[in-house]
Structure formats: structure tokens, C-alpha cells
């Protein structure tokens, strides 16, 4: 698949610290940095001035340091914008560590001093273009900073006279750009504008003006993309969605996938749209997250007073399923308010989290980090995972599901195996009353699939309060609802129930375990898929080139014989058989031996239907 930042296509330049870099081993110099768009383009390391890779920079992801290097980039015809052009954006994942008055992370340029060049670049606390006018360069750095704050930055030159360089990242996007011109403001009107500072070609560099040392830039780049043009507002969106989503840094907007369709709705999540982050994958962006923390409180010890939570180890996150979280702002200070009667006199903490989901990415591990949080527990029985299952937040009413922690160390509660379907809020109980919901421990949970019958297996522990297990079931994969009961057996951990004559379609299947007090807790979620009437056929190892050609055949139930015919493409039949298809997979080896090389159709007739499929025999 074509890939492309946010799926926005046309960047000309697109390099992140995940790909394309010669060295993955932490603290190594750089030699190359090679382009996602464009892999006979790269980036070169100078001698002694290299940067170097560093892994587990932000949200899990590497970064390349630079201090004092640099790396130089095609040029000429091969830059990222055309010489001339007063059009372009710029877009990049950075953050600079160290107080120095100027410095550039990026730019294209001559080795002129003045007049012709373009730049991500950091002045006096603000950042912005580097336009290069003369006499006093200093415009377009607009938008301030913090040292040691990861930001997601655009810079955009627009073609027109003034206000023409607009700066956005996280801290504005929801409201608007900060805005500047590139003329010199010592100067006079005749430098103002268009043509004024059109970009030369004949440097592309990363990290520094002429020398390594000259206007170094001292910090972090993780992500840099330039687009030879000005870009949409829904383009930009989709941008800033990609690279929230992979760095963990919340915009305080809706977030949305390569193909425009909504992941975090803010609109609807008003109340939770705080220190928004998620795990998916989303091939249109070569996008991968599959452990995400919130960079407001990751990498490191959490913030003093703030907690951070970590999701990861989804159990079915494929490409277009994501798992989004936010939180409602509230403190971390405990609380016996809202606390579900189940859990008694409990205290938790006063923050909630909220869940967006799309698709179905299964269970997930949510591990919270309470090291700079004061708080009642102090072992892993203190704690408690709540879901409310209705999302309303009200722990009151509804119903709840509890988990306790599956390990607890060093003032971190992990908590595996968490189904958080649907649109649920969660919270932590972190000074559990005697009573407190300690449900079974699911220790495993299966469903397999034999003609139109599904066989559920599972294996708990703990199971000392446990009365009975309640099956449900969801044709559409959401609306559950009981088939049947099997009833909780001493010292019994292993289960099984049979659920006959499944239509033909996908069902998702989950057990309610209930204790005699009436708590209950939940399995995950199952899917199979059960096939109808018809075949699903195909050859194993195609192209065929000696022996015999393996056809499975997957037939839904025992449909008797089959005649099975060989042809070539013009028509004529190389050979028949008559063969019984069973329930399941079935193989049938046809001998293709002596036949010349081409393309091959196999007929499969069954009750008067006919499915066919080819090959291709090879010498």
C-alpha cells in the first residue's frame, strides 16, 4: 500500500526516526537517514558532527539527537522545494533541550548570507521561518516554546505580501495560528512580500546553519515532513491526527484515520477531551502503535501529582482498529464519592478515562503509574480497575465490571486482558474496602468452530466465590445476550459449553462469571465466523511446478460428493474425479504432471452449483 503521512500525498520530503536510519543501536552515530517518500534520497552524516539514535525518546518511539551536527540532503533539482517557490509547509516532531538563542532544525538555502532561504527554526524562545532578509533576520519566529517540550509543529509560507508565515502545533491548533511576515521589520515596505524571499536550492540541511556549530540545534527530531505547497484544513487535520496518534501528544481536537473517518470525536467527548492518546494501526501511514502513553506524563516519572497510564497488548488490533482514551481533567486526589456499591467503602482516584473504539481491537493491558501520585495503596489487593460499561460515568448506576491487578511493583498496578468495548469510563480504586469485587481470574478462552457448531472452552482460577457462568452471545457483535448457564464446580477449572446449528455469518461470544453475592465479571470477547451453504476454495502453494496441484476445499457442513474437473484456459478437460467434501477443510491433490506450463481452471460441481478457481503450472 501506498503510504503517506495522515495518507496525504505530494510531501517531498518525509523522514522519521522509526525508518530509514542507518543505526537502531541507542547512542550510535548517524551515517544516512534515509526518505519514507523517496528511498534513493537520504541524508548524510558529516564526519565528527553526526547525530546520534536514541531509542524510547517519546511514546516508545526512537529520536535523533543532534547536538552540534549536522546532516546534508540532496539538493538542486532533488530539494524538497523548488528554487523560487513562496509556497510551502513544513511539518515536524521536535523538541530543543537546551537554551541557545538561535537554532535551526531544518532548512533549504545557498551558503548566501542573506535572501533565499527557508527554515524551521528556533529564536529567542519563539519559533517559526527563517526567511533570511536582511539586515536584522529575525522574522517569522512567532510562536513560543518550552525547553524540553515535545512539540507537533507546521510552518507554512504563504504567497502574499505580509502575515504570510502561520505557525500551528498542539497548543493552538484548536483555536488559531500564530501569525507573522517574513519582511524585515527594520527595513522598509520594499521588502515586504512575494519574491522577497523566494528559497534557494543548494542546501538541504538538518540540524545547524554553515557549521556544525553554527545556530546548532540542540534537541530531539523525530518526524520531519515538507510538502512543496500550501495544504488544506482537512489535510492538515489528517496530518496532525497521524502524528498525535504516534508521539502521544494531545491537540485538543476530534483525531481522525489516513481516510478522514473520525477516532476521537471531541465533540461528543467534551467532558474527556484531556491528554487524548490511543494505541492503532493504519497502513495508509505506515502507522503502527501498539503501546501509547500520553507525553504529558510518559517518559519518565510522571509530572508530581499526575498519573500515567499506558495502554498495549490489544488482542485483535489489525489495520483500521483503533483504541482511543482521554481523561476528564479531575485530579488525582482520592475520593469516596461515585464509588460503586459493590466496592463499599473504597476510595479512588477522583480522575476518569474514557474510551472511543474503532473497530474491535480486542482486550488490551492498562498499567498505571503511580509513583508521583499520593495515594492509600500499597499491594496489589488495594487495587481495582472499574469499567462502567455505560459510559456515563455514573459508577452509581448501571453495571460494572472489576479487575484486579495481575502484578503490582514499584507503585505500578497492570491490569491484562481488559475488555473495554464500546464507549465505556474506567476508574481506579486505589484503597479497596473489605468486599471489594475480587472476581475469578481468567486464566484463557477459546472458541472453535466444527460444521455449524461452536465449542466455547475456558479455564479460570480463584474461583472460590464463583456460582455459575452465563454464555451470551452476539450475532451482530455487540448486542449480547445469555444461551445458556453452566454452573461453577469445586475445584473445577476447566469448562465447556457447545452452542449447535450457528447460522452462517460472524458471532462473537463472552462468559459472565457470577459469584453468589451476585458480582460478576466478564471473558473476552470471542469472533468466529461460521461459512454458509457454499465453498471457499483455493491452491495451496500456486504457481504449481512438479507433482500435483493442493486444492483445500472448506465446506460448511458434510455435503457428499463433488465432481472436480481440470481445464485448460482454451477449454479442454485434462482430467475428472468425484470426491466426498466433510465438514471443515478438505485437500484433494490433482496430478498435473506432463501438463504444459500455463494457467489452469478447477470446476468444483456440488447440488448444482458450480465454484471454480486457477493456478498456474510453471517448468
Known amino acids: 500500500m501506498a503510504q503517506a503521512p495522515g495518507g496525504v500525498a505530494g510531501a517531498t520530503l518525509w523522514i522519521h526516526s522509526g525508518s530509514g536510519t542507518s543505526t537502531t543501536t541507542n547512542g550510535s552515530p548517524l551515517d544516512t537517514w534515509t526518505y519514507l517518500n523517496d528511498g534513493t534520497k537520504s541524508f548524510a552524516g558529516t564526519a565528527g558532527a553526526r547525530p546520534t539514535f536514541a531509542t524510547n525518546q517519546i511514546n516508545f518511539q526512537p529520536a535523533i539527537v543532534f547536538n552540534n551536527s549536522l546532516m546534508d540532503g540532496p539538493t538542486g533539482a532533488l530539494a524538497p522545494i523548488t528554487a523560487g517557490n513562496d509556497a510551502y509547509t513544513i511539518f515536524a516532531v521536535w523538541n530543543s533541550t537546551v537554551t541557545v538563542a538561535i537554532q535551526r532544525v531544518w532548512s533549504q538555502r545557498s551558503t548566501a548570507s542573506a535572501g533565499d532561504g527557508g527554515a524551521l527554526w528556533l529564536y ?22 518550552s525547553l524540553g517540550t515535545w512539540y507537533i509543529s507546521q510552518v507554512s509560507l504563504l504567497n502574499q505580501a505580509t502575515n504570510d508565515v502561520t505557525v500551528t502545533d498542539q497548543t493552538n491548533l484548536a483555536t488559531t495560528p500564530a501569525v507573522g511576515s517574513t519582511f524585515d521589520p527594520a527595513g522598509t515596505p520594499a521588502n515586504d512580500g512575494a519574491g522577497q524571499r523566494s528559497i534557494a536550492n543548494i542546501l538541504n540541511r538538518l540540524g545547524s546553519r554553515n557549521s556544525a556549530t553554527e545556530e546548532p540545534f540542540l534537541g530531539d527530531l523525530a518526524e520531519l515532513i515538507v510538502f512543496n ?8 487535520a489528517s496530518i496532525f491526527s497521524y502524528l498525535s496518534l504516534k508521539y502521544g501528544i494531545p491537540t485538543n481536537t476530534s483525531l481522525v484515520n489516513s ?11 467534551t467532558t474527556y477531551n484531556h491528554g487524548v492518546f490511543g494505541i492503532g494501526i493504519d497502513n495508509g501511514s505506515g502507522l503502527s502503535v501498539t503501546s501509547s502513553n500520553s507525553a504529558l506524563t510518559g517518559n519518565g516519572v510522571p509530572p508530581a501529582g499526575d498519573a500515567n497510564v499506558i495502554l498495549s497488548n490489544a488482542s485483535s488490533l489489525v489495520n483500521g482498529t483503533y483504541l482511543m482514551i482521554g481523561n476528564d481533567n479531575a485530579t488525582f486526589a482520592e475520593t469516596g464519592l461515585n464509588v460503586p456499591l459493590a466496592a463499599g467503602a473504597s476510595l479512588r482516584l477522583t480522575r476518569q478515562w474514557k474510551v472511543q473504539n474503532t473497530g474491535t481491537p480486542g482486550t488490551v493491558t492498562v498499567a498505571f503509574d503511580l509513583n ?7 499491594s496489589a489487593a488495594d487495587y481495582r480497575l472499574i469499567v462502567d460499561q455505560d459510559g456515563n460515568g455514573n459508577f452509581l448506576d448501571g453495571s460494572q465490571l472489576y479487575y484486579a491487578p495481575d502484578t503490582y511493583s514499584g507503585n505500578v498496578a497492570t491490569f491484562n486482558n481488559i475488555d473495554l468495548s464500546g464507549s465505556p469510563v474506567v476508574a481506579l480504586i486505589t484503597a479497596a474496602a473489605a468486599g471489594t469485587p ?25 474461583i472460590t466465590g464463583a456460582n455459575s457462568y452465563q454464555v451470551e452471545y452476539a450475532e ?19 469448562y465447556s459449553f457447545v452452542h449447535t446449528n450457528v447460522p452462517a455469518g460472524s458471532h462473537a461470544y463472552r462468559i459472565k462469571e457470577v459469584d453468589f453475592d451476585g458480582k460478576f465479571i466478564y471473558s473476552k470477547v470471542n469472533v468466529v465466523n461460521i461459512l454458509g451453504s457454499g465453498l471457499i476454495m483455493r491452491v495451496l502453494g500456486n504457481p504449481v511446478v512438479t507433482g500435483s496441484a493442493t486444492l483445500e476445499i472448506v465446506a460448511a457442513g458434510n455435503i457428499g460428493k463433488a465432481s472436480i ?3 485448460s484456459l482454451s477449454g479442454v478437460k485434462n482430467s475428472t474425479r468425484l470426491q466426498s467434501l466433510n465438514s471443515g477443510s478438505n485437500i484433494v491433490n490433482i496430478p498435473v504432471d506432463g501438463l504444459a506450463a500455463g494457467t489452469y481452471v478447477i470446476k468444483v460441481m456440488v447440488n448444482g452449483n458450480v465454484y471454480t478457481t486457477r493456478f498456474t503450472k510453471v517448468n
Do not use: M
Open 438 to 462: 475480587l472476581p475469578v481470574t481468567w486464566e484463557g478462552f477459546t472458541a472453535s468452530v466444527k460444521g455449524q457448531d461452536v465449542t466455547l472452552d475456558w479455564k479460570v482460577s480463584n
Open 565 to 567: 474437473d481440470l481445464f
Open 124 to 145: 529567542n524562545g519563539n519559533y517559526g521561518d527563517q526567511a533570511e532578509l536582511g539586515p536584522s533576520f529575525t522574522q517569522g519566529a512567532v510562536q513560543p516554546f
Open 259 to 269: 481516510s478522514g473517518a473520525t477516532i476521537w470525536d471531541n465533540s461528543v467527548n
Open 476 to 494: 451482530n457483535g455487540k448486542d449480547f445476550a445469555p444461551i445458556g448457564t453452566v454452573s461453577n464446580q469445586p475445584d473445577v477449572n476447566e
Open 229 to 236: 505547497n500550501t495544504i488544506t484544513p482537512a489535510q492538515q
Open 372 to 378: 508521583s501520585v499520593t495515594h492509600s495503596g500499597a
